[in-house]
């Protein structure tokens, strides 16, 4: 009788036939998905308001630095976000990037 239990796959066999196959599914390589790559921003000079162009304007008539900007703090964000202007906590500087926007802003009103 223990001749026949060695012939036919008992319940172990079936559990260490059920694990061989458990560890070939782990040794075959994953296939990972793609980075995604971040979604493009806009330009930093696209869709100004009044408000932005006006503070911006402001910056650029003090030199591009000012310990003082008198700005509702949603444009101040929204031109830091853009990285037209950098803020600290005691002055304001007005980025290359703002340079040209003020500047494509200036020509682009004649």
Do not use: F
Not at 11 to 17: A, K, P, T
Not at 38 to 54: C, K, T, V
Not at 64 to 82: D, F, M
């Amino acid at each position: 009788m223990a001749d026949a239990r060695i012939d036919s796959p008992g319940y172990l066999g079936n559990v260490i036939r059920g694990l061989r196959g458990a560890a070939t599914l782990r040794l075959r390589p994953r296939q990972r998905p793609a980075p995604r790559q971040a979604a493009p921003g806009p330009s930093p000079h696209d869709g100004l308001d009044a408000a932005e162009q006006a503070a911006l304007e402001q910056l650029g008539a003090a030199d591009g630095y000012a310990t003082r900007w008198p700005v509702r703090r949603e444009v101040a964000r929204s031109l830091a976000s853009r990285q037209l202007v950098v803020i600290a906590s005691d002055y304001v500087l007005l980025t290359e990037a703002g340079r040209r926007a003020l500047t494509s802003g200036a020509l682009g009103r004649d």
